[in-house]
């Protein structure tokens, strides 16, 4: 079966607290960036292993290089930047927020990104190794036109046709490096789900019912080299720091620029009330894969397996069982923080995705 597999993961997992303290030395330039690359190394190998022991095809590293899920990669193109700044619209329960990022420049890829990563993540699985990636709207959604710096664009357009050659790039030689299955992380679609994000896009100067054909047009434009042979996925959710979230509502406002997107699947948020109902899936393409992100990331408690199936069941209403697989509703660790449950908790949870997906789709 190609990908997305009927038991799947969105990419992030809690990272080992030997990872965490070391990454915190060389921070406080205490060690050397080689020797964490060491120990990244080692727990990437130990991250694989357990994910090819519970039966898992899509094979991850965790994104154990990361601090950021978005902001690592989105730095390492020219123009790029990240810093602190306060949010309109913001996690709840949390003072920390995630950074800002803002384009001081022309958006260029002067070199690869994560496609050394990608490389040793291949060579340590002989499943498929997944690669994740933000979507390009990351580069706009939370500044807007103020964090795009006017005098390398004038005019908005130019700056989406660079965002798109940066992308090309970074997917040819993620495809080069033996990629065959590559996912978008995205929370625009569904944070432009809540009327409260919204109306701050409104206050702005934003339209958010424009925003999210923009955001899909710009994913098209950063897949339309997608090279032969590689599956594209794009995951969709309402924010995930620390076991927090920031939108709610459900997919009703979105579902059709979300499903306009030049992608293979869809991995879309449904664990919590928060993401409301199954009845946007019914504009599904016919041709595409939906995977329900029914088992939640946020809390340790073990989703009980009848529930699970009555959940598949339910959106079968909409979507032919065939075309359905299941997943984590996000990442388990979006950022160096991690989600507030134990390793074993997160284990058990990809572990009871697997038995699920086993049982309903034999």
């Not at 090819?52 to 123009?79: K, M, N, P, S, Y």
């Not at 040793?120 to 190794?129: D, N």
């Not at 006017?150 to 965002?163: G, S, T």
């Amino acid at each position: 079966m190609k990908p997305p597999f009927r038991a799947d993961q969105v990419g992030s997992l809690l990272r080992p607290p030997e990872l965490r303290e070391v990454r915190a030395k060389v921070k406080r330039g205490e060690i050397s960036a080689e020797q964490l690359r060491q120990v990244e190394d080692a727990a990437i190998r130990e991250a694989v292993d357990r994910q090819q022991a519970i039966g898992l095809e899509a094979i991850t590293d965790g994104e154990f290089r990361r601090d950021w899920w978005h902001v690592d990669f989105l730095t390492g193109f020219e123009g790029v930047e990240s810093y602190a700044a306060p949010l309109v619209v913001g996690f709840h329960d949390t003072e920390e927020q995630p950074p800002m990022l803002r384009v001081t420049g022309k958006v260029r890829r002067a070199r690869p990104v994560f496609v050394d990563s990608f490389r040793f993540l291949k060579q340590s699985t002989q499943r498929t190794a997944k690669q994740t990636i933000p979507a390009p709207a990351m580069l706009h959604m939370r500044p807007g036109r103020a964090g795009i710096n006017r005098e390398a664009y004038p005019d908005l357009e130019e700056f989406w046709r660079d965002v798109a050659l940066a992308y090309r790039a970074e997917i040819r030689d993620l495809a080069a490096a033996g990629c065959t299955y590559l996912q978008l992380d995205d929370t625009s679609f569904a944070y432009l789900c809540d009327e409260k994000f919204c109306a701050s896009m409104r206050e702005r100067g934003d339209d958010p019912a424009r925003l999210v054909r923009i955001y899909a047009d710009a994913i098209n434009a950063a897949l339309a080299d997608r090279p032969a042979g590689m599956t594209v996925t794009m995951h969709t959710c309402r924010g995930n720091f620390k076991s927090t979230w920031v939108a709610a509502g459900g997919y009703e406002p979105v579902v059709e620029a979300l499903f306009s997107a030049a992608v293979d699947g869809f991995f879309m948020e449904f664990d919590s009330e928060r993401a409301g109902d199954f009845a946007p899936l019914r504009f599904a393409p016919k041709d595409k894969k939906i995977v329900l992100g029914l088992v939640t990331t946020k809390v340790g408690q073990l989703e009980d397996k009848d529930t699970l199936k009555r959940r598949i069941d339910a959106a079968a209403r909409y979507v032919p069982l065939e075309n359905l697989c299941l997943s984590p509703q996000c990442g388990f660790s979006s950022t160096h923080h991690g989600n507030t449950l134990s390793y074993e908790e997160q284990w058990r949870k990809l572990e009871r995705i697997v038995e699920v997906a086993n049982e309903v789709w034999r």
